[in-house]
């Protein structure tokens, strides 16, 4: 099958060349959203303590969440054009870290939304020689591009835990990368 790895090669390299690995989206309710799914993550965690780095949410916890009236956070991605495909979380403690990874396939473009303590930590982006190409700080939401190797860097000064939402979507806000 060198054909189709071929094509994937050249997938990627043409997605590495056009591609940006985040872009910073302006959120004017970012704290509202951030309160409100706090909210939500203590609920879901209150009997069952995170013990890893991700956690995905099932169909009934997401709807669930989004069948809230009046949600912040559905006003804002309706307004984005995005529909919500899936939605997890992570948390960094002392125990909990994550390294260099690609997401699972097949979503190439995924939003992150800062929720707590993100102060410090840094998504950081890596080329095919694990060279750093990208870096930001975890302080406002962005669209990332998941499928190339990243990771989640926290400084010494960070405060733990840091809690991030992730969300991946029917439609991807591929746009927003290039
Ligand atoms: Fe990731």
Excluded at 21 to 32: A, H, R, T, W
Excluded at 101 to 108: A, K, L, W
Excluded at 114 to 125: F, G, S
Aim: proline fraction near 5%.
């Amino acid at each position: 099958m060198s054909g189709d790895r071929d094509l994937y090669i050249c997938y990627n390299e043409y997605l590495n060349t056009y591609m940006k690995s985040f872009f910073i989206l302006d959120c004017d309710e970012q704290k509202k959203i951030a309160d409100s799914l706090y909210g939500y993550f203590v609920g879901i965690t209150a009997n069952q303590k995170p013990n890893q780095f991700w956690t995905h949410l099932n169909r009934k916890q997401i709807k669930d969440y989004l069948s809230i009236p009046n949600l912040e956070l559905t006003k804002w991605f309706d307004s984005l054009g995005l529909k919500i495909r899936d939605m997890s979380f992570t948390v960094t403690t002392d125990k909990i870290k994550t390294s260099p990874h690609i997401d699972e396939p097949p979503v190439i473009a995924k939003i992150n939304f800062p929720v707590l303590n993100t102060e410090r930590t840094y998504n950081v982006w890596f080329d095919e020689f694990g060279k750093e190409i990208d870096r930001v700080e975890c302080l406002k939401p962005i669209v990332l591009r998941s499928n190339i190797m990243h990771t989640v860097e926290i400084d010494d000064s960070a405060v733990l835990p840091r809690i991030q939402f992730s969300f991946c979507f029917y439609n991807e806000p591929l746009h927003l990368l290039k």
